[in-house]
């Protein structure tokens, strides 16, 4: 039974998470033994869940298993009572407590690879289960052998190795362990994949669990393909303005890519949201069926830091930030801010003028119109002149002491002020 040490080397500080099943027990035991010379330092680390009735006596097996053979252990015991309380599954909560304290004792420990034992059937599992839940289409098919994971690597050295070679390495060499009751409750999905659904697929002449590896090879090869496609439009497409907060791309480029590639430019566009789950495909979906709608502007997503929205022919990620701007009243001439705006009043603009209020827009704010006899409300100027959302939050609105509104940003002028008023924008996209 060959371990795959290609990821470290015999300087290395290894570190090996352990659950006294039969997998990581001979994993350990051949790290002892066969492997001891390709690495400097090993360090194990145990999860007690605290829900099965032999974990604590799994938990003084491995400490009395450590200290018998000198290797330095770790215990950390997890409370899931909450997870249980409200009825929810507990694997994958507890998966990401395990490994967020297996990232805080790498970190501690400055350690090199973390090592878990999944092996080819685990591997077989996943394809399967990753297949028959939909989530093939935005990750790899299966697992890989190493990743780069914050501060260390986190390796599968036994992926290319069955579990009945594992089972026949424990029986030759008598390897104590620990069986998981749990594993043959069928309740769970995996257990329900690993005891009945593979074996009764290997049970037809006709069919082979071996073939998910064929496809997990073509599979992760398109993937790549797919995301170079969507590498190249983020390279060429996205525009990134530092200025405003913003990232956006246009809708009408998007809407030309494959459907898979607009799912990995989405992935890829919302990394910076940095949100605890990624967000469902589902939800993606939704999103593409606004960008494609005839929708001028729509709110699709928003955290506490940003907002994605489409606007117009763009779709955009910015910065989520509520500006209050305070109506300004004005008594005189001179230069004066408003939000990203200057409004620069000459000094030969009519008194009667005074005081000039400078606002954003109102429900049923009209102007009258330059070149016609009539008014136009400000909100069909925004329409009209496709301004967005956040853009007529903003927009200074310029008001006469005999309320007549005689600017509208840099939008609308009334004739005779255009010598005596001028308005720029100093944010101007």
């Given at each position: 039974?060959?371990?795959?040490?290609q990821?470290?080397?015999s300087?290395?500080?290894?570190?090996?998470?352990?659950?006294?099943?039969?997998?990581?027990?001979?994993?350990?035991?051949?790290?002892?033994?066969?492997?001891?010379?390709?690495?400097?330092?090993?360090?194990?680390?145990?999860?007690?869940?605290?829900?099965?009735?032999?974990?604590?006596?799994?938990?003084?097996?491995?400490?009395?298993?450590?200290?018998?053979?000198e290797?330095?252990l770790?215990?950390?015991?997890?409370?899931?009572s909450h997870?249980?309380?409200?009825?929810?599954?507990?694997?994958?909560?507890?998966?990401?407590?395990?490994?967020?304290?297996?990232?805080?004792?790498?970190?501690?420990?400055?350690?090199?690879?973390?090592?878990?034992?999944?092996?080819?059937?685990?591997?077989?599992?996943?394809i399967?289960?990753?297949?028959?839940?939909?989530?093939?289409?935005?990750?790899?098919?299966?697992?890989?052998?190493?990743?780069?994971?914050?501060?260390?690597?986190?390796?599968?050295?036994l992926?290319?190795?069955?579990?009945?070679?594992?089972?026949?390495?424990?029986?030759?060499?008598?390897?104590?362990?620990?069986?998981d009751?749990?594993?043959?409750?069928?309740?769970y999905?995996?257990?329900?994949i690993?005891?009945r659904?593979?074996?009764?697929?290997?049970?037809?002449?006709?069919?082979?669990?071996?073939?998910?590896?064929?496809?997990k090879?073509?599979?992760?090869?398109?993937?790549?393909?797919?995301?170079?496609?969507?590498?190249?439009?983020?390279l060429?497409?996205?525009?990134?303005?530092?200025?405003?907060?913003?990232?956006?791309?246009?809708?009408?480029?998007?809407?030309?890519?494959?459907?898979?590639?607009?799912?990995?430019?989405?992935?890829?566009?919302?990394?910076?949201?940095?949100?605890?789950?990624?967000?469902?495909?589902?939800?993606?979906?939704?999103?593409?069926?606004?960008?494609?709608?005839?929708?001028?502007?729509?709110?699709?997503?928003?955290?506490?830091?940003?907002?994605?929205?489409?606007?117009?022919?763009?779709?955009?990620?910015?910065?989520?930030?509520?500006?209050?701007?305070?109506?300004?009243?004005?008594?005189?001439?001179?230069?004066?801010?408003?939000g990203?705006?200057?409004?620069?009043?000459?000094?030969?603009?009519?008194?009667?003028?005074?005081?000039?209020?400078?606002?954003?827009?109102?429900?049923?704010?009209?102007?009258?119109?330059?070149?016609s006899?009539?008014?136009?409300?400000?909100?069909?100027?925004?329409?009209?002149?496709?301004?967005r959302?956040?853009?007529?939050?903003?927009?200074?609105?310029?008001?006469?002491?005999?309320?007549?509104?005689?600017?509208v940003?840099?939008?609308?002028?009334?004739?005779k002020?255009?010598?005596?008023i001028?308005?720029?924008n100093?944010?101007?996209?």
């Amino acid at each position: 039974m060959e371990v795959n040490t290609q990821a470290w080397h015999s300087n290395s500080h290894i570190v090996l998470a352990i659950s006294t099943g039969v997998d990581s027990m001979v994993l350990l035991h051949q790290l002892l033994t066969n492997y001891h010379h390709t690495y400097s330092k090993l360090t194990c680390l145990h999860v007690n869940h605290g829900i099965r009735t032999a974990a604590e006596a799994e938990m003084q097996f491995i400490q009395q298993y450590c200290e018998q053979h000198e290797i330095e252990l770790f215990v950390h015991n997890l409370d899931l009572s909450h997870v249980i309380a409200v009825g929810n599954s507990i694997e994958n909560e507890a998966r990401t407590l395990r490994y967020s304290w297996f990232d805080k004792m790498m970190e501690e420990l400055e350690a090199d690879v973390l090592l878990t034992a999944h092996h080819l059937d685990d591997q077989i599992e996943t394809i399967f289960y990753r297949i028959m839940t939909g989530r093939s289409t935005r990750s790899k098919l299966g697992m890989d052998y190493c990743i780069h994971r914050k501060t260390y690597e986190l390796v599968k050295p036994l992926l290319s190795v069955t579990k009945a070679e594992i089972r026949a390495y424990q029986s030759e060499r008598q390897v104590p362990y620990f069986e998981d009751e749990t594993n043959t409750d069928n309740k769970y999905v995996r257990n329900d994949i690993r005891n009945r659904l593979l074996p009764a697929i290997n049970d037809n002449m006709q069919l082979s669990t071996q073939q998910l590896l064929k496809l997990k090879t073509w599979h992760d090869e398109q993937l790549d393909v797919i995301h170079q496609e969507a590498d190249h439009f983020i390279l060429n497409k996205v525009i990134n303005e530092s200025d405003n907060n913003e990232i956006y791309f246009s809708r009408s480029d998007f809407l030309k890519l494959r459907h898979t590639v607009k799912i990995v430019v989405l992935d890829k566009f919302v990394e910076k949201l940095a949100l605890e789950q990624p967000i469902s495909e589902k939800m993606y979906e939704s999103w593409l069926t606004q960008i494609a709608s005839n929708h001028a502007q729509c709110t699709l997503y928003t955290t506490d830091k940003w907002i994605i929205h489409i606007a117009y022919d763009k779709f955009i990620l910015m910065a989520n930030y509520e500006q209050v701007l305070s109506q300004i009243k004005v008594n005189q001439p001179g230069t004066y801010t408003f939000g990203r705006y200057n409004i620069q009043l000459k000094d030969d603009l009519p008194p009667d003028n005074y005081p000039l209020t400078i606002r954003i827009r109102q429900v049923g704010d009209k102007y009258e119109l330059n070149s016609s006899v009539g008014h136009k409300k400000v909100s069909r100027l925004f329409i009209d002149e496709k301004i967005r959302q956040r853009q007529r939050d903003e927009m200074p609105v310029v008001v006469t002491a005999d309320d007549e509104i005689i600017a509208v940003g840099t939008l609308f002028l009334k004739q005779k002020y255009n010598e005596l008023i001028s308005i720029s924008n100093m944010g101007e996209e």
